[in-house]
């Protein structure tokens, strides 16, 4: 049985053409994951709040520091010698239960009304955002609450991802959703970007405002979602997407939002007919196995491991790492950080673009890992010499590193969560998401670890674990890009159509 329609579609009943609905999805659920981006943004710009060099500054009258302590203006516990690995395990925290929850979250979202799903995790994401803040008011020094936080935080935090994308399945097919989840994905470094501008304005100031704000907008789009979204195109009587395991008359012509309401799915051997006037079958959810089994999911899972450790050991490190390199303010180098989210918007854009035009998506990933390694080591080495080099290099690292995670996390896990060895089944498309998605947070969270524990040896040696990593998430893919090149020659021999993997 579907869900039942949220309270704010009646009032848009009346304008129920496919098209207006699906850019109000597409909007949404934009909006909805910038949210939680935005509220994970404010730690990396903090970070050099936390631990400053206090000898500049004039000390209070009844400071109670001695006068050789530099790190007086920092915060306890983070005014110690051993701040990169504390702040590297608050990272950590976050990252690790992010990791865990989201292999269980697929699951639960595909058992869940999306709508209330989504709607609490963004609450209560929104509250866990506003109480890390809220240290600074309460003036807590223990590290294990700034830790259990982030544990917390990362958990509900798993709701999101795998619901905005099965969502966005229910309603667009595979025709140019490389581009179209290429434009969609940039909620990601759109979020970011607004995480960094909000905590630049407190950061320097009262910091704990950073993530309160964050928070508290977080949880009010939460409130927005539950009035709002709409799960499936049959709940208002719109054109459900052609999947795979359509008939194959119907995959050949392109989506058309003002076709008749009633499509054909297959659903194992038999037919169903999807009318808006009829309630349909539910199809079984799939089990983990079962979405391990569909090709090209653990070879893209592995792959996105390594590419979301180095994209979020930047998003959580850059802005420390330009502060201490280039000697900016904690607003500045937060500022000058939001270029790589700005090159990511680019870089996604681009990777959706070539990969629809290509058929290629192991193609497109691999030409653009290939591409990030010697950009990544010509930043390290002369990305600080000048201001223009450094927003060059930031916005052409950006598009390289965040172009294949973004094709991985959407247009690809789309792909393989209606595959057509599942035959018109998309109840698998929360679970091949959360899988992908879940290994590659295994990455995030090994990144900024790895970061935080290897940085005080020096920021070359983080820039060679980048740079490693790259080429491993690389290698990764060389099987389905063979796949794919013969797979082309097959198209251009017979002068047929491209054959999927």
Not at 382 to 408: F, H, K, R, W
Not at 471 to 484: G, N, P, S, T
Request: glycine content about 10%; proline content about 4%; charged content about 15%.
């Amino acid at each position: 049985m579907r869900s039942s329609l949220a309270p704010g579609v009646w009032f848009f009943r009346a304008f129920s053409r496919d098209s207006w609905f699906r850019g109000l999805i597409l909007l949404l659920t934009f909006l909805i994951y910038a949210c939680y981006h935005m509220s994970r943004k404010p730690i990396s710009i903090v970070k050099s709040r936390l631990h400053q060099n206090c000898s500049e500054q004039i000390k209070p009258i009844n400071d109670t520091h001695s006068l050789n302590d530099t790190m007086w203006c920092s915060w306890a516990p983070f005014d110690k010698d051993n701040y990169k690995e504390l702040l590297g395990g608050v990272d950590n925290a976050f990252l690790v239960a992010y990791a865990i929850g989201m292999f269980i979250s697929g699951v639960f979202g595909e058992r869940l009304p999306l709508r209330y799903y989504l709607s609490a995790g963004m609450l209560l994401s929104g509250l866990f955002t506003s109480l890390f803040g809220l240290g600074y008011f309460w003036n807590i020094h223990e590290l294990w609450y700034f830790v259990v936080i982030q544990v917390c935080n990362g958990l509900v935090q798993t709701t999101g991802w795998p619901s905005v994308v099965t969502c966005v399945g229910n309603w667009f097919g595979k025709g140019k959703r490389g581009f179209i989840m290429g434009i969609w994905n940039s909620h990601t470094s759109v979020g970011n970007i607004l995480g960094s501008l909000i905590a630049g304005i407190w950061v320097n100031g009262q910091w704990g405002l950073s993530f309160i704000v964050p928070g508290i907008i977080t949880a009010i789009m939460g409130v927005i979602t539950f009035l709002f979204l709409i799960e499936h195109p049959e709940d208002v009587d719109c054109t459900p997407p052609q999947h795979h395991g359509e008939p194959a008359e119907n995959q050949d012509n392109p989506e058309d939002p003002g076709n008749s309401p009633c499509s054909i799915r297959e659903s194992g051997l038999e037919t169903v007919a999807k009318c808006s006037k009829g309630p349909c079958e539910e199809p079984a959810a799939i089990s983990f196995l079962g979405a391990l089994r569909i090709p090209g999911v653990v070879e893209f899972s592995l792959c996105l491991l390594f590419a979301k450790l180095v994209s979020y050991t930047f998003l959580y490190w850059l802005p420390l790492y330009i502060a201490n390199v280039a000697h900016f303010s904690a607003k500045e180098a937060g500022d000058l950080s939001t270029l790589f989210d700005v090159g990511g918007i680019i870089g996604g854009i681009m990777a959706g673009l070539i990969s629809d035009y290509t058929n290629g998506r192991a193609t497109t990933c691999c030409v653009m890992l290939i591409l990030a390694a010697p950009m990544m080591f010509l930043y390290n080495y002369i990305g600080q010499d000048g201001i223009t080099s450094s927003i060059v290099m930031l916005i052409i690292c950006g598009g390289l590193v965040n172009g294949p995670y973004a094709l991985i996390t959407t247009a690809v896990s789309a792909d393989l969560g209606t595959h057509k060895s599942l035959k018109g089944n998309a109840k698998a498309l929360s679970t091949v998401t959360a899988i992908i998605d879940g290994t590659g947070s295994i990455g995030a969270a090994l990144g900024p670890l790895l970061a935080g524990l290897i940085s005080p040896m020096g920021w070359n040696n983080v820039f060679y674990m980048l740079i490693s990593a790259d080429v491993l998430a690389c290698l990764l893919l060389c099987r389905l890009v063979y796949k794919e090149i013969l797979a082309w020659k097959v198209s251009l021999s017979r002068g047929s159509g491209y054959k999927e993997i």
